[in-house]
């Protein structure tokens, strides 16, 4: 499937089989997130076989079963580390659905597990990903319409279809507070207030961008 496929496609699943990743898929995997890193600047890691994170009570009251890969993403402290998360961690999850996993992006329901994963000084673990065999599919939650998060009137046909490829972005707690407006000719993005907006907003701009087949020149500074 090509990525706006795997953008209609991705569901989050919390619920994984007890399956290790194959050689090929983890392989693969790890060559995305090199990618990505070399991209970015992040030190986004692959974390296979490590049951500790999901395995706490947190995990539980988050109905989290069977996880035991994962990416964690982390990067430098700074103000642009939750954006840039958000933003490449959805190119991996939409990799990932390419490649016949499921994902689930986690902000508080894991237990942090520092042995599984470098963290160098003055970089901090911002969520993590939960990836695997999906025993499930997951299914579609509601999203806002095209109207609510950006101006739609009066626009370029590539800008609303930017739009709508957002309306299918994950955020946290499903509340895609997020807004795109076309103002001379350029894209201005903003975030709503409140905790992990801004990795909402970095989400968005993927799935913008894949919609509108435009790149990362669009977005004003």
């Known amino acids: 499937m090509d990525l706006m496929e795997a953008m209609r496609q991705r569901h989050s699943v919390r619920r994984y089989e007890n399956r290790p990743l194959d050689e090929e898929t983890a392989r693969t995997l790890e060559e995305l997130v090199a990618a990505v890193n070399a991209e970015s600047g992040l030190h986004i890691q692959l974390v296979k076989d490590e049951p500790k994170a999901f395995a706490s009570a947190m995990a539980r009251y988050g109905h989290f079963s069977g996880v035991t890969n994962y990416f964690a993403l982390i990067g430098k402290k700074g103000a642009a580390l939750e954006e840039q998360c958000g933003y490449y961690g959805e190119k991996l999850?939409?990799?990932?659905?390419?490649?016949?996993?499921?994902?689930?992006?986690?902000?508080?329901?894991?237990?942090?597990?520092?042995?599984?994963?470098?963290?160098?000084?003055?970089?901090?673990?911002?969520?993590?990903?939960?990836?695997?065999?999906?025993?499930?599919?997951?299914?579609?939650?509601?999203?806002?319409?095209?109207?609510?998060?950006?101006?739609?009137?009066?626009?370029?046909?590539?800008?609303?279809?930017?739009?709508?490829?957002?309306?299918?972005?994950?955020?946290?707690?499903?509340?895609q507070k997020f807004r795109f407006d076309y103002e001379n000719g350029r894209v201005i993005a903003r975030p709503g207030s409140g905790f992990y907006t801004k990795m909402d907003l970095g989400i968005a701009k993927y799935h913008f961008e894949l919609g509108s087949g435009k790149g990362r020149e669009l977005w004003q500074a």
């Open 93 to 175: 999850v939409l990799e990932a659905q390419r490649l016949g996993l499921n994902t689930c992006w986690v902000a508080l329901t894991f237990k942090k597990t520092p042995e599984a994963y470098e963290i160098a000084p003055g970089e901090k673990l911002s969520v993590v990903i939960s990836l695997g065999y999906g025993a499930t599919q997951g299914v579609p939650h509601r999203s806002k319409s095209p109207e609510a998060l950006g101006s739609v009137d009066g626009v370029p046909d590539w800008f609303r279809a930017g739009v709508e490829a957002a309306a299918l972005a994950p955020t946290a707690m499903n509340q």
